[in-house]
Structures are given as C-alpha cells and as structure tokens.
C-alpha cells in the first residue's frame, strides 16, 4: 500500500523479496494474519489526537481464539513500537486494533503472510491516502453491498470488477445524522468475482462490506478464505464470595412515562435510576419531579438512584448562582419527601472534566453545593448521599482539548484529598469502548476507582462506585450495526460481566431507557402512540435479568472471547457468559457438583429469544458446546 497498501510495486525501488506487506494508518479494525512459516508482526504507533491523555490496548489472539498476547500502551507512549513472533498453521490470527483509537498505527509482515483486514462499519477505519487501492471478493450468488461514510477525509469509493472493469462510483456525502452513510449494491454473478477497490481522497474514512465478507486484501491472491478454529474454554468455580453484584440501572426519561410504556419497563426490571434534574426547572416548579420520581421508585421499586444536576438542553457547566441553589433545594425538598426509602446520589454537574475549563472552576460548585447538602441532617436522614464527580471517562481523558489535565481519575483524586468527608461515592461515565474484545478496559477501570478511594476491614471500597452511564458510543456517534442488532447484546453482556467480576461495583446504568430522535441509543423503541419495542438490547437484558443474583463468587477463567460471571443467592448458583466471537467454543466447568439439582442451560442468540440447550457432566466437569456470539445462563441449586 502508499500507506494502507503494499510498499512494493509503488515506485519505492524496493524488490518484492525485499518489501514487508506494510498496512498504514489503521485506527479501528481487525487483521486477520495466516502464515506457512515464521514471521514476525511489527505494530508501530504514532499520536493523532489527546495521544498523552489516553492509554490503549492491542489484542493479538491465536487461531483458537486465546489471547497470545497483549499490549498496554500508556499515555505516556504517544509513539512507540511492538513485535510479536507468528508461527505457522492453518488458522488465523487476529491482531485487533480498538477504536476509538488516539493513535494511527502501522502493521508489517512478510508478504508470504496472507493478511485479510476487517474494518469497523460506519465509524472511520482507517485514513489513507488518496489513490490507495485494496482488493475484496464477491462470492457466486452473493448480494453484496458497499458502503462508506465520509469522515472528513476519502470523499469517494471506486469499485471495479477485475474480470471485465465493470465500474460503480460511490460519493461519500455528509448527513446530519452519524449514522446515515452511502451504499451501492454490486451485480450478482454466477462465479465468484475479485474487484479493486480505489479510495478517492485522503484522510479519515470508513468503508465496509454488507452481504459478503468484510474482508479486504493487499492483492488478490490474498483473498483466501477465513479460517478459525473452534475454541476451548475451562472454568473453574471457587466457594468464596467476592462482593455483591451492581445494581442494574436505566437512565430514565425526566416525565412521567405513559402507562402503556410500563411493561416493556417491567420486562427490563431496572434496579437502579439514573436521572437529571434540570434546575432552571425546578427553581419555578419544585413539584415538577415529583410524580415521575414517586411513580419510578413506588411502582417499579427503583430504591437506588443517581441524579446528576444540569439545566435544559443538558446544560452540564453550572454555575453556583440563585437558579443553581434553588433548583438543588427543591431537589432535596422532593427527596425528602420520597419518605426514606432508598439511597439517592446526588451529583453536581454532568461530566464536569468534558464541561468545565478547569479543575478549580468545579472545585467551586461542588463546594458550595456540597455545604447546601450537608447543611441539613433531614437530607442524610432521607437517603441523599454525595457522588462526584460524574466525570466523562475515567482512566482516560474526555472527548476535549487539553484532556490530559482533565481525567475524571485525576480530578476524583484531587477532590478526596481536599473534600473526601463531603463525598459518598465515586461517580464516572464509559464511553467509547466499542469493540467486543476491548470491554474488559472497564474491569479494569472498576479496579482503578477500587484501588483510589481505598477498601474497608470487609473489602469493599470505602466510597460506593457507580458506573451510572455508558453505552458504545457519547452522544449521537451511533453506528445502526451496534446499537440496533445483537451485536449491542454481546456487548452489553460483556461490559456487565467485565464490570462486575470482582463485586466492587454498586451500580452500572445503561444511558438510555428509550429511543429519542436525535439518539436513538435506548433499550426500547417508540413505535407509534402508546406502542413500544424492546429492541435486541433490551430483550438481552431481559435474559440478563432473569438470571441475575445477589452476589459474585470467584471463578477463573482462561478464555479471551468468552466472559463468564459466577454468581449466588443463598442455595441458587448461576453462570453468566456470552460468547464474542464467531467461533463455536467447547465450554468445561470444573467446582460444581455433579450432578446438579435443578438444573437449566439457557443461550441466547440473534434470533432474540431464549432456547433450552443441554449439558454433560463427566468426571466431576460440566461441559456444553457454546455456539459463536451467544449469551448463556447456567443455573442450579446447591440443595
């Protein structure tokens, strides 16, 4: 490529023996590589944008689906380098590259080394270079479709059927909306056909394949089938209890919802609240709260929630003035009128790090607002408790210039050092983390939080930790291939396992219940007056639900695209896991009894719907078959 194609051939002066196969500028997308013989992959990286405020994650996993190595690159690595030895063998491996990435990076192999790259739909893959050229195939019979969108950068897609330069031209528009993009179907044919791809433009872009493989080459002869072998996955369950399971929230609409909506509502069984409370409201109608907030928590038994201060049109930089204090005392006037029941968080401002200049400009609000809270007793009496600071992101820096000194973790830090008496919680949003093989990323922040307010004689971190929004993608930068598919479920599933494996978490909240025109990100639809849809997400959480219980229990876990949570409730034991990959994975469970007392195997799979699936149990191991981009559920008694 010139830099997302071959070295060789490009006027450089380099023989074909001398030349690596060189793919450039990659920011989110997969590499699938299968060698006869010995090679070495080199991943070089460079900064594109917040590089320092940003650490990130290479995967490189085997032709069996193991993680053969990983990568942490630091923020403090903005440019920097790796190698890893490929063996030969039949299989592929897979080195992924997560977006949203801060990086470009540039891969090289020998050129004997055949290498299919898979690039994310919709949000951009990759930046190349105006006249860059790659090479996909179109099986006999197949209804393939192009597709791109413009980022900015390639303003055009060129395909041409190699057999007879049969040519279709794809512009690549800007829409309003994220998630609209262009698309050309290509011509059915009776053979298999090759067609070079021309990238018109340069810089960001994504380009993709519907109805086929996605799946692009270097030159032709690369265009080889994929193959993966199947997966082995061992679990191993222990006796000991770690923590408890997090609540499951929903962040809720701010009105009443209407009463056809209730049971979509009751099939999701939210055990947590997350909501806003808009101050420049409340300050001229302190009751306005009061009907929806009563209804969420006497109706749908919602007794643990957070409420994050901000005005209308989700104005989130609050200053300390008249409407600001009064729309938080008619907050906590409306709290303690709830009558006590559960425990409401109460944080100021919205994502402070992504909305306010500075440290101290929050600093300020959250003083003053925290003395209107403590000031009075009835407000601790009545359950309110204090959450900071809500950040954007937590390990990682926000969405915003200058993110390096605006890390929610750095920001949390300096609070509890100057204000930890006034704080009960530590509060952070997720987003960004897109790629299924990444969403052990938020395991890892859960630890950070765990690891910065500190554990208590029993374990449990001395600040209650709540993950309270997250979702693939902030705002509206929605991809329908994620938010409207089973795809939304893998990963839901996952961030829920990853989140709560050690029991340090109190509650992890999905933003958003429901479906608004401008982010269409909910886990229901509004399909017409009083008629409501869960979408796949939903009806996955559904599943999630019904097998969720009170608390984690240690279990271990060798496998890399299998996430499985253990979990208890008095004599009651279930597994949760979901399978990412599309591999079939041979499943064995070691630590539980056989055989099991009422006992059930439960997947769930793209069609939506739960189905009953059976299981062996031989020489003191539980094993099933687990098909590829599966949820399951595993649960018996220990009477």
């Known amino acids: 490529m010139k830099r997302l194609l071959l070295l060789m051939s490009l006027g450089l002066g380099l023989s074909a023996e001398a030349a690596p196969m060189r793919w450039a ?4 997308g997969s590499l699938y590589l299968q060698t006869d013989r010995p090679d070495t992959l080199t991943v070089l990286w460079a900064p594109v944008w917040q590089a320092e405020a940003n650490e990130e994650h290479l995967y490189l996993l085997d032709g069996q689906g193991k993680l053969q ?6 923020a403090n690595e903005p440019s920097g380098s790796q190698r890893w030895d490929l063996a030969p063998g039949a299989a592929s491996y897979r080195l992924e590259i997560p977006g949203y990435s801060f990086r470009r990076y540039t891969v090289e192999h020998d050129d004997h080394t055949v290498a299919l790259f898979a690039p994310a739909k919709v949000h951009f893959s990759s930046e190349p270079r105006d006249g860059d050229e790659l090479y996909f195939k179109v099986a006999a019979g197949e209804h393939a479709v192009l597709a791109g969108k413009f980022h900015g950068g390639v303003g055009a897609l060129q395909a041409q059927r190699v057999s007879d330069g049969q040519q279709f031209s794809l512009p690549l528009k800007p829409y309003p909306a994220y998630w609209q993009f262009d698309k050309v179907e290509l011509p059915v044919a009776t053979t298999d056909q090759i067609w070079r791809l021309h990238l018109r433009g340069s810089g960001k872009v994504a380009f993709w394949l519907d109805g086929t493989a996605n799946l692009f080459a270097q030159n032709p002869q690369q265009l080889k089938p994929l193959h993966e072998d199947e997966g082995q996955t061992r679990l191993t369950l222990y006796k000991e209890v770690l923590g408890k399971t997090p609540n499951l929230g929903l962040a809720l609409p701010y009105a009443r919802p209407p009463d056809s909506s209730f049971a979509v509502l009751d099939a999701l069984q939210p055990q947590a609240g997350t909501y ?15 009907v929806f907030r009563r209804l969420y928590q006497d109706r749908f038994g919602i007794t643990q929630d957070i409420t994050l201060l901000a005005g209308r049109q989700r104005r989130a930089d609050l200053r300390a003035d008249t409407t600001s204090n009064a729309g938080l005392d008619a907050w906590l006037a409306a709290t303690r009128a709830l009558g006590g029941k559960g425990t409401h968080y109460i944080g100021f401002a919205d994502e402070p790090n992504l909305n306010y200049p500075d440290y101290a400009s929050y600093q300020r609000i959250f003083n003053s607002m925290a003395w209107q809270v403590r000031s009075n007793p009835d407000n601790a009496k009545a359950g309110v408790r204090i959450a900071m600071p809500a950040s954007s992101r937590f390990v990682n820096g926000p969405f915003v210039d200058n993110a390096a000194d605006k890390r929610g973790i750095d920001w949390a830090r300096r609070l509890l050092a100057e204000s930890g008496d006034k704080i009960d919680a530590l509060a952070w949003h997720e987003w960004m983390i897109r790629d299924l093989l990444a969403t052990r990323v938020y395991r890892h922040s859960v630890r950070k939080a765990a690891e910065l307010v500190g554990l208590d004689a029993q374990g449990r971190p001395r600040k209650a930790l709540l993950l309270d929004q997250t979702n693939m993608s902030s705002g509206a930068s929605l991809s329908p291939y994620d938010q409207e598919t089973h795809y939304a479920s893998l990963w839901w599933a996952s961030v829920i ?12 909240g999905w933003f958003q219940a429901d479906d608004e025109p401008e982010y269409p990100k909910g886990m229901f639809r509004v399909l017409g007056e009083n008629e409501f849809e869960l979408k796949p997400v939903g009806l996955a959480q559904q599943f999630i639900r019904k097998h969720w219980l009170h608390d984690v229990m240690r279990l271990e876990n060798d496998a890399f695209e ?9 004599l009651q034991r279930s597994l949760l896991g979901v399978n990412k990959g599309s591999r079939l994975q041979r499943v064995s469970l070691a630590g ?33 078959d687990l098909p590829g981009e599966t949820l399951f559920a595993l649960s018996w008694s220990t009477s």
């Open 497 to 508: 396992i990853n989140a709560s494996q050690d029991g340090l978490l109190d509650m992890l």
């Open 562 to 570: 299998v996430d499985v949570l253990a979990m208890s409730a008095g």
């Open 592 to 624: 539980a009894e056989c055989p099991l007392t009422r006992r059930s195997l439960h997947y769930f799979g793209a069609d939506n719907r739960s189905h009953d699936a059976s299981f062996k149990c031989l020489e003191g191991r539980i094993s099933f």
């Open 69 to 74: 190595s990983e990568r942490l690159i630091a």
């Open 276 to 290: 806003y409370s808009l101050v420049d409201i409340m300050a001229t109608r302190p009751h306005y709260e009061d």
């Open 25 to 28: 500028d990659i920011r989110d």
